[in-house]
């Protein structure tokens, strides 16, 4: 059974960092395309970042763009998001996903959910 375990969320101050991970484990992902999904309380989940298998193709969301930056680490099925210059509105519940096959911006395109990691920007 495919499982994806997030980690890395916390309380942080608006300018701060975090980085988070995404462990793997059940399969390889060989193949397989892997993104990251952020949903605010009474908000839709929302597209963050997405990498394809190779790692060689990223998109970000206009609102992370800049900030954000997404890897992967296929001999660890192992991805991250490093989370720079966080701002309030940052503030969701982060979820990584995979889906084989492309890179895609919609949530319902990937089979495999983590079960989410806080993070909460706020003085």
């Known amino acids: 059974q495919v499982q994806l375990v997030e980690s890395g969320g916390g309380l942080v101050q608006p300018g701060g960092s975090l980085r988070l991970t995404c462990a793997g484990s059940g399969r390889t992902f060989s193949g397989y395309a892997m993104g990251w999904f952020r949903q605010a309380p009474g908000k839709d989940r929302e597209f963050v970042a997405v990498?394809?298998?190779?790692?060689?193709?990223?998109d970000y969301a206009g609102s992370v763009k800049g900030r954000f930056g997404i890897s992967r680490d296929n001999t660890k099925n192992t991805l991250y998001l490093q989370m720079n210059s966080l701002k309030p509105e940052d503030t969701a519940v982060y979820y990584c996903?995979?889906?084989?096959?492309?890179?895609?911006?919609?949530?319902?395109?990937?089979?495999?959910w983590g079960r989410g990691t806080q993070v909460t920007v706020s003085s």
């Open positions: 996903a995979a889906r084989l096959g492309s890179t895609k911006w919609d949530w319902y395109e990937y089979d495999y």
């Open positions: 990498v394809s298998w190779s790692g060689g193709n990223a």
